[in-house]
């Protein structure tokens, strides 16, 4: 069995027997990795810290014959970054679970996506205590639109007529954006700030936005949108959108 090593963000971990850890790792390299991380209840030296969800680590395991099959031997980690370095409120921990659902939905299992992986890093700097939305924000629209699921913001799904300066809808069960005309029964308006945002974000990098007040309100009916596409597309709800809903 070949030892491998890559960079990685830990996604789940999960009790195994006594001792032992069920891993997900989202790895530069390879994707999505699941793994036993044998002893991790016990072993600090190999371990210590290093399994906590959203951690940056680099993970070293052994590669199975068939690893499409049996489960990967997790040998050890080095913590890279942590998001315990910080201060963890209710929000925030809502928010970093968040991102590890989304990513363990979404992503397949042994594929490399460094697009996404480089997302994922970037955003988390900026999920901190007392502010969260707009890294939420960012992360919803851009792996949104790197996993191919972006319809087009400015025109109406029904009949085409371009949406810039006018009012715009959107339903959980449509894939796209609707004119005045054309949208559904209990459709949801969006609010042309809220496209204007997802075209800034799409020209800039998260650091752009930081430091300014992004208050709850901001975007919200563009992230309720790109929830809405992500469910659509996984077939299921998501645990934790449901937790940012009830937040304060």
């Known amino acids: 069995m070949a030892l491998k090593q890559s960079e990685a963000i830990v996604l789940r971990s999960y009790p195994m027997r ?4 069920l891993v997900t790792f989202f790895t530069r390299t390879e ?46 980690c080095e ?41 994922a890093l970037a955003v988390l700097q900026h999920i901190r205590a007392g502010s969260i ?42 894939d796209g954006l609707m004119c005045i005309e054309h949208k559904r029964l209990a459709s949801s308006e969006m609010l042309p ?12 990098p998260v650091d752009k936005f930081a430091g300014a007040p992004w208050p709850r309100q901001r975007g919200a009916d563009l992230r309720k949108f790109l929830t809405q596409r992500i469910e659509r597309h996984i077939e299921k709800k998501l645990v934790t959108a449901a937790m940012l809903d009830k937040l304060d």
């Open 79 to 119: 913590v890279l970054e942590s998001p315990l370095t910080d201060t963890v409120d209710y929000h925030r921990a809502v928010a970093l679970g968040y991102v590890a659902e989304m990513l363990d939905q979404l992503l397949p299992d042994r594929e490399a996506n460094d697009a996404v992986f480089r997302l």
């Open 193 to 204: 700030e809220s496209r204007t945002i997802a075209e800034e974000m799409f020209r800039a």
């Open 18 to 21: 006594e001792a032992d850890l």
């Open 31 to 76: 994707g999505k990795v699941r793994g036993v991380a044998r002893s991790a209840k016990k072993s600090k030296k190999r371990f210590g810290g290093a399994l906590e969800p959203l951690t940056y680590v680099r993970v070293y395991w052994e590669e199975r014959e068939r690893p499409e099959i049996d489960l990967t031997r997790i040998d050890s």
């Open 133 to 174: 939305w707009m890294a939420l924000t960012y992360f919803d629209l851009w792996i949104v639109r790197l996993l191919g699921l972006l319809p087009e913001l400015h025109l109406c799904l029904e009949c085409g007529v371009v949406l810039n300066g006018s009012k715009a809808y959107y339903h959980q069960m449509a």
